[in-house]
């Protein structure tokens, strides 16, 4: 057997790098913290513009247009009723080589939570109204009175716009762990509403 060829490539060396002597060790510091924050601004820029990028493509093969800047709302509400059906049979029927990553199962968990929401949104305006309507009317003759209507309609009121507000920012979310967890803090959430009044019946 013949000997065995040795690799005759040169080894590569790391450079020297040469500090000046006036740099110290908290300046040292703060410039590696500083290249590390930007590498993680960098990979997070990207990892959004993935995401967009994705989830332009998922719009793209379910048909899906946004009607948002249609100013008269009755046609804003009528394409976007249509352009909803029409999803809804496309999705039916979508290929298998159209669907790709996690579009589908995104859309999903923003839907549940925008409506969890919107639930919640509607409810606390309800009570809002009927907190108002028991002032000067009540089915048994016990009005409610002013010093507590007035308060109870005011609160719900103003967390009924805040869940409103949060319902909109939902279906703008892209960042996907953000998503999985606050769907996860939801659900955790219904479990425990759902336990306790189990337990109080």
């Known amino acids: 057997m013949g000997r065995r060829k040795q690799n005759s490539s040169p080894v590569m060396k790391a450079p020297s790098i040469v500090l000046p002597d006036t740099l110290d060790r908290n300046e ?4 590696i913290v500083d290249a590390v924050l930007e590498i993680d601004k960098a990979r997070e820029s990207k990892r959004l513009e993935e995401g967009k990028q994705r989830e332009t493509e998922w719009h793209k093969n379910i048909g899906y247009y946004d009607y948002s800047t249609e100013k008269r709302w009755i046609k804003r509400w009528f394409f976007t009723f249509f352009n909803r059906i029409k999803i809804f049979f496309t999705l039916m029927f979508l290929r298998k080589k159209k669907i ?5 199962t995104v859309s999903l968990l923003k839907t549940f939570l925008s409506l969890c929401l919107k639930a919640v949104q509607y409810t606390l305006l309800l009570i809002a109204i009927i907190s108002i309507v028991a002032i000067f009317y009540s089915p048994q003759g016990n009005k409610l009175p002013l010093n507590t209507a007035i308060p109870m309609a005011l609160i719900t009121f103003i967390f ?3 869940f409103r507000m949060a319902s909109i920012e939902v ?3 892209n960042d996907r762990s953000y998503i999985f967890n606050l769907f996860a803090c939801v659900t955790a959430l219904i479990s425990i509403v759902i336990a306790v009044i189990a337990i109080v019946k």
């Open 160 to 162: 009924s716009r805040l």
């Open 100 to 104: 790709k990553g996690d579009a589908a």
């Open 28 to 31: 040292l510091k703060q410039i």
């Open 171 to 173: 279906e703008n979310i």
